[in-house]
């Protein structure tokens, strides 16, 4: 239904034609055009994010977090699971009186719900206060796309599927002032049989290690003090992830390196080596298991085996006690027995995870586990939820206790939940620290003396003075 988008404008005929438009509506009304962008899902959505800002920066506009004063509003969505969706689709019927009472408001839906073509069809047809949808191949496009709806008042679909180039010349409008993300490919080939990522993401592309080093060395000198490299699966970076690592680790001043996802399948000792042996990418690893049996696994599409899983884990550990692992995992997969979930259970007993990420698994239409067939109910699976997060609030609490008395390093973020005049921040192991002290230290590396281990945090005193 969704017909091929065509430009009438090429992209820098439109981005010129846009600045005169900016122009004339900063001096007809006193101020920049506004737009409000909300970013969902992963980092790779955020880092999105931030170079769609950056190249409406580059058109004029000014920024607000208010949908009341925006004249664009763009929510870059989420699909991997039915309530991000749910929670999009609220959003949109919401803004249908904002619409109603400003025509010139242009709505716009992007990202990975906006690349399917039924989503696509779905607002076309009920959602009519929506202008603009274009999907995660088509960011490249931004300017005609937009010209072409401000000129011509005309609703926009775009959801191509013509992987263009990487544009290495996006500029990007960063949210953070000390973190920053860099992507270094994108896309999915493993099609996990739960996952819809390889359908609105595309096929693996890797960005070359030149243009990746470019950017983390020129983040380094503005002061970033964090990098987190993104992918899909890191591992299968085309050019090789751990040369790439090490690559940066030799850049000189005092910085952190993190990177997500790594898939187990392709997690290599070489990879493990690489962390532990190197002097600035953290000690820890986010390597997503998703189930704790092999029958569920295989069904999964995952290729890998507890077993080997557990080989990675053992060897990182061989080396280095206290290393750090967080990990996914997805509860009730179709077919899943009780007695699988247990399974689930035991892994995170035995891995001593610092933290999980656990879902409820959620039917995506499209994908080979949508077909198959699942018997337990969400209610169901919401209770097998919750007794894994109480598994692991125990596990948590207990592990994050070898950190007490020691001094750790802490990029600290802002202020912290324990209360007024407390910090907050990471740790190497990505795990939060909170402390009193005086807010000038935000953004900065402060050593904390670790006196307290909560199942959620680590509480301390600061030794930076
Ligand atoms: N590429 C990463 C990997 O394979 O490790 C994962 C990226 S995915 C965006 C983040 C997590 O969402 C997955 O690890 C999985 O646990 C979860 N997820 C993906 N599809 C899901 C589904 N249909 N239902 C529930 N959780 C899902
Ligand atoms: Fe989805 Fe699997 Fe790809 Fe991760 S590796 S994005 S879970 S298909
Ligand atoms: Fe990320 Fe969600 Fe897309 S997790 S890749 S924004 S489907």
């Given amino acids: 239904m969704s017909e091929k988008y065509v430009p009438a404008v090429g992209n820098e005929e439109a981005l010129q034609n846009l600045i005169g438009w900016a122009e004339k509506y900063r001096s007809d009304n006193g101020h920049a055009p506004m737009a409000f962008l909300h970013s969902y899902g992963c980092q790779q959505n955020v880092s999105d994010g931030e170079k769609i800002k950056g190249m409406l920066s580059k058109i004029g506009y000014d920024f607000t977090e208010d949908t009341d ?20 689709f609220g959003n949109i019927g919401n803004f249908k009186k904002l619409k109603e009472n400003s025509k010139d408001l242009i709505i716009g839906i992007c990202g990975c719900m906006a690349q399917q073509k039924h989503v696509a069809d779905k607002i076309k047809e009920s959602y009519r206060q929506v202008d603009l949808v274009f999907g995660t191949f088509a960011y490249n496009e931004l300017y005609s796309m937009l010209w072409e709806v401000i000129s011509k008042h005309r609703r926009l679909f775009n959801q191509s599927e013509v992987c263009t180039e990487i544009d290495e010349g996006m500029t990007q409008l960063r949210d953070d002032k000390f973190r920053a993300f860099v992507p270094i490919m994108y896309g999915c080939n493993n099609f996990c049989t739960y996952c819809i990522v390889p359908y609105v993401r595309g096929r693996e592309r890797s960005r070359k290690p030149e243009a990746v080093l470019a950017e983390v060395k020129s983040l380094i000198e503005q002061g970033y003090k964090e990098i987190t490299l993104l992918g899909q699966n890191v591992n299968s970076y085309a050019y090789g992830f751990p040369q790439l690592l090490r690559d940066i680790d030799k850049m000189e001043g005092k910085f952190r390196i993190r990177f997500m996802s790594s898939h ?34 295989k069904a999964m599409n995952r290729r890998y085996t507890v077993e080997k899983y557990m080989e990675m884990i053992n060897y990182a550990r061989g080396r280095m006690p206290h290393f750090s692992f967080t990990t996914d995992l997805i509860v009730g997969f179709p077919g899943e027995s009780y007695e699988e979930f247990c399974q689930t259970k035991e892994l995170i007993k035995r ?29 169901q699976k919401g209770l ?33 939940r324990t209360g007024e005049g407390w910090l907050t921040g990471k740790n190497d192991e990505n795990i939060i620290v909170e402390f009193p002290a005086d807010k000038k230290y935000i953004g900065e590396f402060v050593k904390v003396r670790i006196i307290k281990a909560m199942n959620w945090a680590l509480e301390g005193e600061i030794i930076t003075e």
């Fill in 69 to 88: 004063y925006a004249q664009l509003i763009l929510l870059n969505t989420c699909a991997v699971r039915e309530n991000a969706e749910d929670r999009v």
């Fill in 351 to 379: 891995v001593k995870y610092d933290n999980i990420y656990s879902f409820v698994y959620s039917r995506r239409s499209g994908t080979p586990a949508a077909e198959m067939e699942d018997n337990i109910s969400d209610k």
């Fill in 264 to 297: 187990p399948k392709d997690a290599t000792r070489e990879l493990i080596d690489t962390i532990i042996d190197s002097e600035h990418i953290c000690k820890h690893l986010h390597l997503p298991v998703q189930a704790g049996s092999d029958r569920v696994l």
């Fill in 384 to 416: 097998w939820l919750r007794e894994l997060l109480l598994e692991q609030r125990e596990i948590t609490s207990e592990w994050f206790g070898r950190f007490v008395g020691n001094t750790v390093e802490v990029l600290v973020d802002g202020e912290g």
